[in-house]
């Protein structure tokens, strides 16, 4: 790919266009990785929710409630639970709240380190700095458009 490095085309340049081309490359090419290891990137958020709670795992409204900001995914969780269960990798106790199996939890690590070498894959080349400012730019495009955007 050939980058542009005339700062005033670079201006003129459409936000929406480029927005949209990062998050499906970065998305489709974490999305290849998990799937390495039989793991949509739902999956992975649901698991992640379970092994990084410091309750005793999560309900499926709690797991929910948190991930439901991620692409506007809500409701669209119930399957990938579902699923997560028929694969025997969480399990659901007397309390109805979700835990990781021990394959699950085998799974989650490995999948964790997977998500750190494609972050690291990501970022080559980018300094913290320019990442923080990056989404500082992006933060205040969304508000100036009235947007809304979450993530902790």
């Known amino acids: 790919m050939k980058y542009s490095h005339n700062d005033t085309e670079l201006a003129q340049q459409p936000i929406g266009y ?8 970065v998305v489709t090419y974490i999305r ?9 990137q739902p999956q992975w958020w649901v698991m992640a929710q379970i092994a990084n709670t410091e309750t005793d795992g999560r309900t499926r409204e709690e797991a929910t409630a948190v991930l439901q900001g991620y692409l506007a995914i809500g409701d669209a969780l119930a ?19 979700l835990h990781l199996t021990t394959d699950g ?7 964790a380190e997977l998500q750190m070498s494609i972050r690291a894959k990501v970022h080559e080349g980018i300094t913290d700095e ?8 992006l933060q205040r495009m969304i508000h100036n458009a009235n ?3 979450w993530h902790h």
């Open 18 to 25: 480029w927005a949209w081309a990062a998050s499906d490359a």
């Open 32 to 40: 290849a990785g998990l799937s390495r290891f039989g793991i949509t």
């Open 79 to 97: 399957p990938e639970i579902d699923s997560l269960l028929d694969q025997g990798l969480i399990t659901l106790d007397a309390d109805k709240r």
């Open 105 to 111: 939890a085998d799974r989650y690590r490995q999948c």
């Open 130 to 137: 320019e990442y923080v400012r990056t989404l500082k730019v």
């Open 147 to 149: 947007g809304k955007a």
